[in-house]
Each structure stands twice: as C-alpha cells, then as structure tokens.
C-alpha cells in the first residue's frame, strides 16, 4: 500500500508544480518580463516547491538525512539528467546570453556555502536565514541585470485571455497538491525504507530526489524542443540555487538539521564535480550532444554507486 501511496503522492506533486509553473509563466509574460528570467526564477522556484515541500515535511518529521538527501539529489540529477537530455535532443545552439561571466558562478557559491556551514555538523535557523540572504540576493542580482534581456512583446490573444480569478485559483490548488502530496510521500517513502532496511538518506537522494526532479526535467525538456534552451538553462541554474538555499534553509528553519559531510562524501562530491562541469560547458559554449553525454555518463556513476548496494539490501531483506 506504501508503494501505491508514494506514486499517487509524486503525481500530486508534479501535477501540482505543473499548475504552479503554468500560472506564474502566464502572469510573467501578461507583465513582459523576459524569457531567462522567466526560467531563472519564477519557472525555477516553481519546479523548486516540490523539494520544498518534501524537505521541510521530512524536517517536521524530524527526518534530517531525508531533508538533505532531496537537495543533494536534486541539484544531481538536474545537472546530469535534464541537461543531459537538453543537450542531447536540442540542435546546436548559440545563446545570447553569457552563462558563464553572469550565471554559472551562482550555481557553485550555494554549494561551497553549504558545505562550509556543515562542516560543524549541523544547518542552524542562523544558517537558515544566510541562505535565504544568497536567494534574495541572487533575484537581485537578475532585477538589475534584466534591462540587458530581449522581452518578448505579449500577444494581443494572452492579454484578452489572461484572467486573475483563474491563475489564483489553479495557483492555491497547485499548493495544496505539493503540499499534501509532499506529506504523503516522506511517510510511505520512510515506511517503504523501514520495510526494505534502506537508510533515510539513499531514498531521500535517488527516489525522492528524482521524483521531485520531474517538473525541472518535464519543464525544460518542452522548452528546448521549442527552441527556448536559455529558458531550461536559466531553470537548472535557477533551480539548484534553489534547492540549496531554499529548500535546505526551509528545512533548517522548522528543525536543525544535522548532517555528516564524512558519510555522505560522495553524493556532496558528484554534486560537487556535476557543478564544475556545467561552468566548464557554460566557460567554452559546449552546448552539445557530446556534454549531454558526458553528463549522463556522471549520472550513470552516480546511480551505479546508490542503486547496486541498495538492491543487496532489498535482496537480502526478501530473502
């Protein structure tokens, strides 16, 4: 029945980050803001709701390995996965925005941060608020730089279809679908992992993590098949940023959380590496398939190292 419980609970909360995204697009655009920004942060905090929902559940539940884990897996899976699968099924492209001199720096600070404030062991609410500090501060930066980015002139089509009373509607059932489907997933994911002797952390960063992945994949997937690969772009980057400080801080906010950078060395490593991959593909423009597939080779080590210990444990569980 856990296993049932925990499906329906991920499809609530991609249904419900669906209804998020499509609503704060629509009202970016009815206000000409511009398509990166769009990605970078509406988009990117709107694909971030179900880690955050599912961190902050898992930290009420006093389940810290689990509330990290889902960050940590997170930003691993949207580097190597989704923008594996980006450069793979997009045409060679050249954006015009410079990734790296302006963007590709914000995805590596929160990471380094994160790690020097866990090297005590714990993420306080002091270590809480600096991170929400690092979020503002990087939606600051995208305010003053937003003069620099081509806004795309709003349809006259949009302007007559767009109505408040809709977008707030599907927006509050967008919130209620992550909120309680983020609930619903931690207790059958904690239940599945007492059934099976598989920690906290290992369902946290691969089942859950990837679970709550999906809208970054879903989402920026659809935008690089129209064309709009500085949106998907501008959502990884956005989205990592994230999870890191939002997501984590939010968790630490409702209980201290403590965690062990030796024991989990190299999940915090390959999200470590994963990141200085994409500034190296942003700093030399290899926005090609074969980047796509170096990434994709990483996430393949990184699943080998999770996903083969895991199924010994199960085994020897059934058996």
Do not use: H
């Amino acid at each position: 029945m856990d296993f049932v419980i925990f499906i329906l609970a991920m499809a609530g909360l991609i249904f419900g980050a669906d209804f998020i995204v499509n609503q704060s697009e629509r009202i970016a655009l009815r206000f000409n803001i511009s398509e990166f920004i769009i990605g970078s942060t509406l988009i990117a905090l709107g694909t971030s709701l179900p880690e955050m929902a599912a961190s902050m559940a898992a930290s009420f539940d006093g389940k810290p390995d689990l509330a990290i884990a889902n960050a940590v897996g997170s930003n691993i899976i949207n580097i190597t996965l989704v923008l594996g699968v980006i450069f793979l099924i997009s045409k060679p492209f050249k954006p015009t925005r410079d990734f790296f001199s302006k963007d590709s720096i914000w995805a590596l600070m929160p990471i380094l941060i994160f790690l020097v404030m866990g090297i005590d062991g714990v993420i306080s609410k002091i270590d809480a608020v600096l991170l929400f500090v690092l979020m503002f501060a990087y939606l600051l930066f995208l305010v003053q730089d937003a003069n620099e980015e081509e806004v795309e002139e709003v349809s006259d089509e949009l302007k007559e279809n767009f109505s408040w009373i809709n977008s707030i509607l599907l927006l509050l059932v967008g919130f209620i679908l992550v909120v309680v489907g983020a609930n619903f997933a931690i207790d059958s994911a904690s239940n599945i992992a007492v059934q099976f002797g598989v920690s906290d952390w290992i369902i946290g960063v691969v089942v859950i993590a990837f679970g709550t992945s999906l809208p970054e994949l879903i989402v920026s997937v659809a935008a690089a098949m129209k064309g709009k690969v500085g949106m998907a772009i501008g959502n990884i980057i956005g989205s990592n940023l994230a999870n890191t400080t939002m997501v984590i801080g939010g968790a630490a906010m409702i209980n201290t959380l403590k965690v062990d950078l030796n024991a989990y060395y190299f999940d915090l490593t390959l999200m470590t590496a994963a990141t200085i991959m994409l500034i190296y593909i942003t700093a030399n423009k290899l926005y090609s398939k074969p980047a796509g597939i170096s990434l994709l080779i990483l996430l393949g080590l990184f699943l080998q190292e999770k996903i083969y210990p895991t199924v010994e444990v199960i085994s020897k569980t059934v058996n």
